[in-house]
Nanobody, 116 residues
């Protein structure tokens, strides 16, 4: 079992930055950030394996978002720059423990709202 605690959401204006954090109760195999906007399906925004050698970004966030991890703290971060109104969503942290990218552990979600 992995418990995930997220923080860092909020209300910002277009062009602003936010950093999301997600602390895991144990070392994961990999972690990712998903988001779900009203009326849309949940989508993978970015993920990273714990070695840090693999990072993935959705096309919509490439060049604006950066995912990183602090191995000592079992924490993953999502630095979000140049935010756009279309980034508005609930952001969920997820962790895989046994199989790469098999995200079965989820955080509670944090709201990110970007006003124009």
């Amino acid at each position: 079992q992995v418990q995930l605690v997220e923080s860092g959401g909020g209300l910002v204006q277009a062009g602003d930055s936010l950093r999301l954090s997600c602390a895991a109760s144990t070392r994961p195999l990999g972690m990712g950030w998903f988001r779900q906007a009203p009326g849309k399906e949940r989508e993978l925004v970015a993920d990273i394996n714990w070695s840090g050698r693999r990072r993935y970004y959705a096309d919509s966030v490439k060049g604006r978002f950066n995912i990183s991890r602090d191995s000592a703290k079992n924490t993953v971060y999502l630095q979000m720059d140049f935010l756009k109104p279309e980034d508005t969503a609930i952001y969920y942290c997820a962790a895989s423990l046994h199989y790469d990218r098999a995200y079965v552990y989820w955080g509670q979600g944090t709201q990110v709202t970007v006003s124009s």
